[in-house]
């Protein structure tokens, strides 16, 4: 009877339900990674596809990034023009950064001289002249303006963590503020210098804190400039009083080297992407930069 009574009171116990999963958001680079986990932190998982030392512009899908896609609440990407890969793959909501960005933050591919050669852009779909620059995240206060909106859309996806996702976005804007004074400070001793690219990958950056860009060695990445624009680089540098060709580790600099030997200015590695040791959180990013240009990396 004892037994009977037992069984009987456990079938009157409810069942405990297994708690619901996380939302899991993908994203591309190291850099938004970064930024949608401060974001969503511990209310979310968050996964990156785009492996260290790797570069947006070039990467190829893996079959597992394709099997992450398909269990993801949504994939938030920069834009279609850097990472527009990712969007492609079937499952989840895509989140497209640079619309989420005021206009006035903007910059655009203009193909001007000083910058880029328009005959180099003729068909690419990277860096068509007049189309946005991507690479707005080496800007902090452009970041500052896409992370209330972005953090709204994914309020939308996951109603249940909007407040969370919002306290955490409050909180990140102010750091980012702190950042942004940071940078300025320390950029001082450099204030009004004038700089090659190997690519244009820091223009964002440049146009902040008041650094003269000259010109872009190589505007699209694996194109290399042509023999004429390499000579009016090489021509214009000391007349414009350009102090170093900033590079980034991702892409080829054999161009910047070619500039580089015949002017005899240093060359530079800032890493926009990070991913790496010392350069794995978005702040660690940005400093990595602003001690490559001040002259303060290893």
Same mark, same amino acid.
Request: hydrophobic share 40%; net charge negative.
């Given at each position: 009877?004892?037994?009977?009574?037992?069984?009987?009171?456990?079938?009157?116990? /409810?069942?405990?339900?297994?708690?619901?999963?996380?939302?899991?958001?993908?994203?591309?680079?190291?850099? !938004?990674?970064?930024?949608? *986990? &401060?974001?969503? #932190?511990?209310?979310?998982? !968050?996964?990156?596809?785009?492996?260290?030392?790797?570069?947006?512009?070039?990467?190829?899908?893996?079959?597992?990034?394709? &099997?992450?896609? $398909?269990?993801? =609440?949504?994939?938030?990407?920069?834009?279609? *023009?850097?990472?527009?890969?990712?969007?492609? @793959? /079937?499952?989840?909501?895509?989140?497209?950064?640079?619309?989420?960005?005021?206009? &006035?933050?903007?910059?655009?591919?203009?193909?001007?001289?000083?910058?880029?050669?328009?005959?180099?852009?003729?068909?690419?779909?990277?860096?068509?002249?007049?189309?946005?620059?991507?690479?707005?995240?080496?800007?902090? @206060?452009?970041?500052?303006? !896409? @992370?209330?909106?972005?953090?709204?859309?994914?309020?939308?996806?996951?109603?249940?963590? *909007?407040?969370?996702?919002?306290?955490?976005?409050?909180?990140?804007? +102010?750091?980012?503020?702190?950042?942004?004074?940071?940078?300025?400070?320390?950029?001082?001793? %450099?204030?009004?210098?004038?700089?090659?690219?190997?690519?244009?990958?820091?223009?964002?950056?440049?146009?902040?804190?008041?650094?003269?860009?000259?010109? =872009?060695?190589?505007?699209?990445?694996?194109?290399?400039?042509?023999?004429?624009?390499?000579?009016?680089?090489? &021509?214009?540098?000391?007349?414009? *009083?350009?102090?170093?060709?900033?590079?980034?580790? $991702?892409?080829? $600099?054999?161009?910047?080297?070619?500039?580089?030997?015949? +002017?005899?200015?240093? %060359?530079? !590695? %800032?890493?926009?992407?990070? #991913?790496?040791?010392?350069?794995?959180?978005?702040?660690?990013?940005?400093?990595?930069? =602003?001690? #490559?240009?001040?002259?303060?990396?290893?």
């Amino acid at each position: 009877m004892r037994t009977v009574l037992v069984f009987l009171f456990l079938l009157s116990v /409810p069942c405990r339900a297994d708690p619901p999963p996380k939302p899991f958001y993908l994203t591309t680079i190291p850099p !938004v990674e970064d930024l949608l *986990r &401060r974001i969503v #932190g511990d209310r979310a998982e !968050v996964l990156r596809l785009l492996p260290a030392g790797a570069s947006p512009h070039t990467y190829e899908p893996r079959p597992s990034d394709l &099997r992450h896609a $398909q269990g993801a =609440t949504a994939l938030v990407f920069v834009d279609r *023009r850097l990472d527009g890969w990712a969007a492609e @793959l /079937p499952g989840p909501e895509p989140v497209e950064l640079l619309p989420l960005m005021p206009d &006035r933050f903007l910059l655009h591919f203009e193909g001007a001289r000083g910058e880029s050669d328009a005959g180099d852009h003729a068909g690419d779909h990277h860096h068509e002249p007049g189309g946005a620059d991507p690479h707005f995240w080496t800007d902090p @206060l452009a970041v500052k303006a !896409v @992370l209330p909106p972005l953090a709204a859309r994914l309020g939308e996806l996951d109603p249940e963590g *909007r407040r969370e996702y919002e306290r955490n976005t409050s909180r990140l804007l +102010t750091e980012l503020d702190s950042l942004d004074g940071e940078i300025r400070a320390r950029l001082e001793p %450099v204030a009004g210098e004038s700089v090659l690219l190997s690519h244009p990958f820091l223009r964002y950056y440049l146009r902040r804190y008041g650094i003269r860009l000259v010109g =872009t060695i190589e505007e699209i990445p694996g194109k290399e400039p042509t023999a004429k624009k390499i000579a009016r680089l090489i &021509r214009e540098s000391p007349e414009a *009083r350009v102090t170093k060709i900033l590079v980034l580790p $991702q892409l080829s $600099q054999r161009a910047a080297d070619l500039v580089a030997e015949s +002017t005899g200015l240093p %060359v530079v !590695v %800032v890493d926009p992407l990070g #991913g790496v040791t010392g350069r794995e959180s978005y702040f660690e990013i940005l400093t990595s930069i =602003t001690e #490559g240009i001040v002259g303060e990396g290893p």
